[in-house]
């Protein structure tokens, strides 16, 4: 019996959980089981070390438990294996939104504990904007036990393809863009990417910042909004003066959009005075 003994624990046992409890040392030490089987006798060990129970700390154990039985040294450790391609690409597929294309280059190949992977969107490297289907590296984890997890990594091309607006000429900056201007077409993405597919409606009439070449996305970081009052038009004030309400006009002497605080002057008196643009055309007095 000893030499049975002796030949199931030439090796380490595995554990799984976060502590090695009883059931862990009957595996090896029949004499164990059935004696509080789910007590903890030590925390596990990290992945890669070993904890090991000398004969005496086993007989100690035993002691306490009433247990006479046999006891020879044990050793446990978490067992690793190296990742499976099919096991990273499932995890990375379940990442990725609905229409989004994977292709799995190579991943890390350090052998890690049992358990489940995660390739949580933050670890998603990004690449050029301009080439969106370049090679980037993907950080993810392999999480095991309760709470503790060990890094991994894949390098992989992934993408998302939308219909979106595209110059169909030059457009100059600050000038209003023509529906006329613009054409839909497929390009490709970050999968994450966010409002990746606009409309020709809502590109039509916004301002570009700078000058977009024909044939490329009209992105909205791109664009602004067009100025509701534009400096030096006549425009309509709103005030509350006391019960009385009053409109009149003033000279905006500063373009903004809607919310926009501006400069406008009275051109009977010639002062001037700051107000809200309210809507196209029209200030208020706060």
Known sequence: MLGHLLLAISACLPVAGDRIRIQDVAAAIPGFAGHDEQESIAFAPAPGVQRRFSAAELGRLAARKNIATEVEPLCFERKLAPLASEQVLLSLRRALPEGA???????????????????????????????????????????????????????????????????????????????????????????????????????SGMIPRRTIRAGALVLKSAIDAPAEITRGEMVGVEAHVGAAYLKFEVRAEASGRTGDLVQVRNIGSGKTFRARVVRKGWVAVE
Not at 137 to 161: D, E, F, L, Q
Not at 176 to 191: K, N, S, V
Request: aromatic letters at 8%.
């Open 101 to 203: 294309q994977l292709e799995l280059l190579t991943f890390s190949d350090s052998p890690v504990p049992a358990g489940s992977l995660e390739f949580p969107r933050i670890g998603l490297s990004r690449p050029h904007p301009a080439s969106p289907r370049e090679p980037v590296i993907w950080k993810g984890r392999v999480t095991y036990a309760t709470a503790r997890s060990a890094p991994i990594w894949a390098k992989v091309r992934v993408w998302i393809s939308f219909p979106t607006v595209v110059a169909a000429e030059e457009l100059p900056a600050g000038k209003p863009i023509a529906t006329a201007q613009l054409r839909l077409e497929a390009a490709d993405f970050t999968p994450f990417v966010e409002n990746a597919d606009p409309t020709i409606e809502q590109m």
